[in-house]
């Protein structure tokens, strides 16, 4: 069998298409009853006191729950599971986003009350009828200014907005390297805020058994095991075993479906109060002010360059806004992922940058696809072509200046993290070629000859993925490990049962990972299973996040697989009287070698099931699975560059993306339609955030402005541009398969390729920079110097 | 507070009668989804922008969050559960197969919805008025480029003679 490296069509397709997907809110449970949640509508306001008589007593309602409820149950709060110290070993400013804002709402949509009642409207019925007292207070929505003299605090006991400092690299060495500089360039980024919008909202359902005392959830989560853990120990504090989470067909998770999200413990704690089954299905305006979003830094940067335009240091200084609470992924975003990506794919000698996270009364800032990268991206990336046009160096000139060489890996950054492989210089010589960079430069000339505005752009980028192994994970403020479970499980008939506990919503876990599976089996694909999403049946699994399904989940399947064949082969040789190195095993069948006995992997798999035709003694078990939990030796460092070419309307000031160009090196690819798809899909998230998507708060008040689709731009079918896309392959020297991340680098190179391409575009006008999203207004407004 | 009316509302679905009593509130889309037991119309917003939720009543696509169930009381709605037989795929959805225009699989039945009615006024689309088309469904996942091409393909296997 020969499966990986093929673009197999994905075998979930057909319930999806079909109408016969099985998602949390399809899932239909008896005599269900509804809950709803009352959110504040303030940004920040104290809550004199809340009186829910009315609601209490309204036809078909179940049940009222506040804070005063929750605190009189004894329970905790969310978690925090990536907390980042301040670099000199204080604790950050940790505060934990409550199930119920107790006596104050710090953000549009901070959680007031629930009720649960009979069905859906009467739920909703009822939360109108809650009456809450609020006095309302000052608010800080602004990252830039939410460590001014004078702004409002969120959380008073830390008498600031402060939640951590982040401090990495040299500062003596990066200062001695910007005096020393032929040229700085600097700048004032802004990455603007996003929401995740995967199109499924959130949705859970929880049932309670009076007779076993046993709880199970239906939830859209991409981890859940670590959601299992995290209701249990840190919020209700019950036994894990009392606890079954079932992750079924998920629409979409982008990272957002990985956070500890606010509503699901309450879910889970009210079908226990009332003994039967509760659901709750976010609505999408619910969710934009419920589900954690991403992005919102604000950063001011500097490059120094030789005279030759040598990339010699880089100075940077970033807020990061976290919201109004730690989430639970959040911190690790600004504090790891970001300083170890901000260097890119330059030789950066010397980097000084501190990150410091702020509070603001705004929905918390969480992981969401491309996670530090985008925002890392931007800033070295804007600073990089900046710098080569005041310098007067064609940016591809310039970049081939500063790549690291293909050699120079393993390569350690200024800040410590180890690339583990890459060839950048190559991929830059095929993205030109890709492009046809001279042709675009001459039409560019000739075009702009003609009055148009015409510019093109760049990025160049590291991703991260694969994160791991635990215990280094640890040491950056993990509290969860970087390993992945499998179970490869033959039955008695010799078909194949695969058990991950990588979760698949949407990336075609069922095709990819059982290509895998068949391949190290030796089985046809349409003899293996894949089942996921279930504590009761998969083994503890981190889930899905940081592009590592494959790399870290495929991986514990690849070594699974290998130990099935290693015990069918002593099964086999017992069979066979022959000793097992004398066994070859091809295609589901185990031969001596060197003659035509043998017997099939369906007939190791009965006498293995039946256990009597074994081999004896005391080291000999029947059966035949192997579970294996995977902890990766390393990460992997998945890269890409982007080109595009954009025209500026110069009476509307309308961007259009006429071509975009895109070079991946993901390492081996196991499924090529699979991963060009992820390509194509990050990347409308990436021109997503490039060109239309801002979660905006009205500065003043801190009220949510964009609190639908209706306000809240997402990329639709005509707002793609022509794409071409091509890959390299470096494999990744850290696991059997050289597989990499490849879900990501579609989100990250957007913000700063278009944003380099409007700059080149309107350099003659003197516009140096314009912050994402490139609206109109936005690009207006840089030509007027508002 | 006024008490809850409810209203009866017979429509066919798929060919099959449906008969509930559903409040003024209630839209179609919730209506197939708790009434009829279809649960392959999804509903992704609340304000008629993302097309997951897109069904055809009396032939023409629609949104079926944007309609009340009495609204659509007497009409004749076809979900993506009936647009093959069980166990069939109608070449569109063979399309999105072949050409893995779906990830998730959230959007997608509103895509082939949505794809079907356009090919239903426009048999040859070109790419262009593919995405022209597709202005009142998002999906979060593909990036529409295999959506486009598949739409393209599904069209023209509809157009190819029957037996080929």
């Known amino acids: 069998m020969n499966y990986i490296g093929k673009p197999l069509a994905r075998r979930e397709d057909v319930r999806f298409l079909t109408g016969r997907g099985n998602f949390v809110d399809d899932v239909k449970l008896a005599n269900t009853a509804w809950i709803a949640f009352l959110r504040s509508p303030h940004a920040h306001a104290r809550i004199r006191g809340i009186d829910s008589t009315a609601a209490a007593g309204m036809p078909g309602v179940l049940r009222v729950l506040t804070a005063a409820d929750w605190k009189a149950a004894g329970l905790g709060e969310l978690t925090c599971v990536h907390p980042m110290p301040f670099s000199d070993g204080r604790p950050m400013n940790e505060v934990l986003r409550p199930c119920f804002a107790a006596d104050r709402v710090n953000h549009v949509g901070d959680v007031v009350a629930a009720v649960v009642a009979e069905d859906r409207y009467g739920a909703l019925d009822a939360l109108d009828a809650i009456e809450v007292d609020y006095e309302v207070l000052p608010a800080v929505s602004i990252t830039a200014r939410a460590l001014d003299a004078g702004v409002p605090v969120v959380h008073e006991r830390f008498q600031s907005n402060l939640v951590n400092e982040v401090v990495r690299g040299n500062k003596a060495a990066a200062d001695a390297a910007f005096a020393a500089a032929a040229h700085v360039t600097e700048l004032t980024v802004s990455s603007n805020r996003l929401a995740g919008n995967a199109l499924e909202p959130r949705a859970y359902l929880a049932d309670y058994n009076r007779a076993t005392g046993q709880s199970t959830l239906w939830a859209t989560t991409q981890m859940p095991h670590l959601l299992r853990r995290w209701i249990c120990r840190y919020t209700l504090f019950m036994p894990e075993n009392k606890l079954r989470v079932i992750a079924p067909d998920v629409g979409g998770g982008f990272g957002v479906k990985g956070h500890y999200a606010v509503e699901v413990a309450t879910v889970v704690w009210a079908a226990k109060l009332l003994g039967r089954p509760v659901k709750w299905t976010c609505t999408r305006s619910e969710l934009m002010m419920s589900d954690a979003q991403a992005r919102d830094h604000y950063t001011r940067a500097k490059m120094a360059f030789s005279k030759t335009g040598e990339i010699l240091a880089m100075q940077v200084e970033t807020l990061a806004s976290f919201g109004a609470y730690c989430s639970n992924f959040g911190p690790s975003i600004p504090g790891n992922s970001y300083p170890q990506t901000i260097t890119g794919l330059y030789l950066t000698p010397h980097l000084h940058l501190r990150v410091r996270g702020v509070y603001t009364h705004t929905v918390p800032i969480d992981a969401y696809r491309g996670s530090g990268r985008p925002e890392a991206t931007l800033v070295n990336e804007r600073l990089m072509e900046n710098g080569a046009r005041e310098m007067g160096i064609d940016v591809v000139e310039i970049r081939r200046r500063n790549l690291i060489p293909h050699e120079r890996f393993p390569y350690k950054t200024p800040v410590g993290r180890i690339y583990d492989s890459a060839n950048p210089p190559l991929m830059l010589e095929k993205l030109v070629a890709l492009s046809n960079y001279a042709r675009l430069r001459t039409e560019q000339a000739r075009r702009r000859k003609a009055g148009e505005l015409v510019g093109i752009g760049l990025a160049a980028f590291l991703d991260k993925s694969g994160t791991g192994p635990s215990a280094t994970l640890a040491t950056k403020g993990g509290l969860h490990g970087g390993y992945e479970s499998a179970i490869v499980r033959a039955h008695s008939d010799g078909k194949v049962t695969v058990f991950s506990g990588s979760h698949s919503h949407g990336q075609g876990h069922d095709t990819a990972f059982c290509q895998v599976a068949a391949d190290r089996l030796g089985l046809p694909l349409e003899d293996i299973s894949l089942v996921q999403g279930d504590t009761d049946s998969v083994p503890f699994g981190n889930g899905t996040w940081g592009s590592r399904s494959l790399s870290v989940g495929g991986i514990a399947i690849y070594k699974a697989a290998d130990r099935v064949i290693d015990k069918a082969k002593i099964i086999a040789a017992h069979m066979l009287e022959c000793a097992a190195p004398d066994l070859e095993y091809a295609q589901g069948q185990f031969t001596v070698a060197g003659t035509n006995r043998g017997v099939t992997f369906c007939q190791v798999a009965e006498a293995a099931h039946h256990g009597a035709n074994c081999p004896t003694g005391p080291d000999f078990e029947p059966g035949l699975e192997a579970t294996v939990f995977y902890d990766p030796p390393d990460t992997n460092d998945p890269s890409a560059m982007h080109l595009t070419l954009v025209s500026i309307d110069p009476t509307t000031w309308r961007v259009q993306v006429e071509a975009y160009y895109t070079l991946d090196d993901c390492g081996l690819v196991v499924n090529p339609l699979i991963v060009e798809g992820q390509v194509h899909g990050g990347l409308a998230q990436g021109i997503g955030q490039a060109m239309m998507e801002k979660v905006s708060y009205d500065a003043d008040s801190g009220q949510l402005l964009t609190g639908t689709f209706m306000d809240y731009a997402m990329p639709r079918a005509a707002d793609m541009p022509p794409l071409e896309s091509d890959f390299i392959c470096t494999l990744a020297p850290s696991n059997p398969l050289g597989v990499k991340g490849g879900s990501e680098t579609g989100t990250i190179g957007p913000p700063a390729a278009i944003g380099n391409a409007i700059v080149d575009a309107l350099w003659h006008l003197g516009v140096r920079h314009v912050d994402p999203p490139y609206t109109p207004h936005a690009v207006w407004k840089a030509v007027a110097g508002k | ?164």
Do not use: W
């Not at chain 2, 304000?47 to 009340?68: E, I, P, R, Y």
């Not at chain 2, 063979?94 to 893995?100: D, G, K, L, V």
């Open chain 2, 1 to 164: 507070m006024s008490a809850r009316v409810l209203h009866p509302v017979e429509m066919t679905v798929n060919g099959v009668t449906i008969r509930a009593q559903v409040e003024t509130r209630q839209a179609l889309a919730e209506f197939l989804r708790a009434n009829a037991g279809l649960t392959g119309t999804h509903i992704g917003c609340d304000t008629s922008q993302c097309g997951a939720c897109t069904v055809h009543v009396d032939g023409v696509g629609l949104k079926s969050c944007t309609l009340f169930a009495v609204q659509a009381n007497g009409a004749a709605v076809t979900t993506i559960e009936g647009v093959a037989p069980q166990g069939a795929m109608h070449p569109m959805q063979q399309a999105f197969q072949e050409h893995h225009a779906l990830q998730c699989g959230f959007c997608t039945p509103g895509m082939i919805m949505s794809a079907l009615d356009l090919v239903r006024r426009n048999p040859e689309p070109t790419d262009d008025e593919i995405r022209q088309a597709l202005e009142g469904n998002i999906c979060r996942c593909t990036g529409y480029y295999n959506i486009v091409k598949a739409i393209a393909a599904g069209a023209r296997a509809m157009r190819a003679p029957a037996g080929k």
